[in-house]
């Protein structure tokens, strides 16, 4: 059993970090807190637990303060503005100094208690190590269209991701340095952890049923996750529509031919009934083109502007912690600052 007490010296890393996005959570932050250091606790002599608060508009960001300031393993980081939880993830693991990093949720879906068998697998050589969910929580509904998305996903791209999968995982160091090295401002946690391609197990876990509050993803928000999920991952969209138009000529062709069969011999069609269905049917697959290439060159013109990634307005990090990726351990209680997650 390790002491409760225990602090890692000045310079030092610690063994696990624990990165924790944070948006609407005040409620569970103090039981979180409270489980997370018990359990590593007694699993390591050293660990640190960095809150990315999405600027929540409940009570998330002073009750995150009210924590860092008591227990000095804690780095509280409020964004300047709601980011989403994938770039707030981005933003803790900049933050974050551990040579293993928990990657969790804030809402205690994820159990702490679980973080040990992602330690063990980790300990066997494992650079990544993914939780799996035994239990699915979510209604019917959602369930049936998460099942659809992957099997949609895995034939788009050839990489089958298990849909109970989510960000609750643990990554080595290196893993951690190489992630950092994505620009993309539309990005997905997971998905780059698979295009990275290192070495991974997974472990299985009981998610938990939410206690307070609800998810923040609407429908709408859930829909906009997938569609930048998919562009993430592939530009088979755009064959898709070249193939579409090749079939659509094909199929010109075809109605052409039996058009003039019939004006030879005599039977031409009355009527402009064909032509109106023709019409519409190449209309509509423009229009569908045009939007698909669309969306691309939108997801270009975001990211040829350059702009941060994210912006940290303010820290709360105690003197003597860690340093790591020009973070320096002079960091005093409470410090407002701006950084654009560059580098």
Known sequence: MHNEQSHTAPGEYPQISVVIPVFQSSATLGELHRRLTATLTELVDSHEIVFV????????????VRLARRDPRVVACRLSRNFGQHLAIT???RECSGQHVVVMDCDLQDPPEAIPSLWAAAQEG?????AKRKANYHSRYRTLANRAYFRLLAWLTGQHIDGELGSFSMISRPVVDEFLRFREYERHYLFI???LGFDSRTIEYERHTRGVGKSSYSFGKLLTHALQGVFFQTTVF???VMYGGFLVSLFGLLVAAVIMLERFRGSLLPGWTSLIVLQLL????????VGTVGLYVARIFEQVKQRPLYVIEERVRIAGTFEHAGLQSAHVGFERTRYDGVG
């Open 193 to 195: 952890l698979y295009w």
């Open 282 to 289: 190449m209309s509509g697959l423009t229009i569908t083109a």
């Open 53 to 64: 608060d999405d600027r929540s508009t409940d009570q998330s960001w002073p009750n995150l």
């Open 238 to 240: 755009l064959r898709l």
């Open 126 to 130: 494992f650079p990544i190590v993914l």
């Open 91 to 93: 933003a803790g693991l």
